[in-house]
Each structure stands twice: as C-alpha cells, then as structure tokens.
C-alpha cells in the first residue's frame, strides 16, 4: 500500500495536532464570519479527519491519503467526505423549502 502521497510526504508526517490544524484555519474562519448570509453552510470537515485531537488527512484503514495535494481533495477524500457533505446539504435544502 502506498505510504506516501504525491508530494513525497509520509503519511506519519502529514498527521497534525487537531489545536495546529484549527490554527492554520483562522484567518479562513475570520473570513467567513464576515460573510452575512442566512442561507449559506459551512462544510467543517475536522470531524471526519480530526479525531483524539490528532488530525490524520489520510485513510487510516488504507493507509491512502485523502488529498491530492495540500489543499485539494483527491477522489478518495471525496467519498470520505460525501456522506458528511450530503447531509449538510439535505439539511440546508430543508431550511430552504
């Protein structure tokens, strides 16, 4: 099984403390909370890739990454994230209709 990703980086490597992940997030989330829009959703994926305060960006059942490179998902974050994602947006189209 593949124990790198595409960028050369072992998967023990692109594990990162849940607290550094929220970190690198902030100026995202600062910008966001500026967006008025009662219509709009937030897709938090740290529930599905942080856990035990230990954010693990790759399958751990797999041992696949789950992105493509630092910022983008590659096929397989897509179907882990999926269910996560179609429940929040059959939730919005709830509120909506």
Not at 23 to 35: P, S, V, Y
Not at 59 to 73: A, G, M, Q, S, T
Request: charged share 35%.
């Amino acid at each position: 099984m593949a124990k790198r990703s595409r960028t050369k980086i072992g998967l023990n490597d692109m594990k990162k403390l849940e607290k550094k992940h929220q970190e690198d997030q902030k100026f995202l989330r600062q910008r966001l909370a500026l967006i008025k829009c009662e219509k709009c959703v937030w897709f938090n994926w740290n529930k599905i890739i942080c856990n035990d305060g230990i954010c693990k960006p790759y399958d751990e059942e797999l041992e696949l990454p789950l992105y493509r490179n630092k910022d983008h998902i590659n096929r397989l974050g897509v179907a882990k994230i999926y269910p996560h994602t179609k429940e929040v947006i059959d939730n919005a189209l709830k509120k909506i209709h």
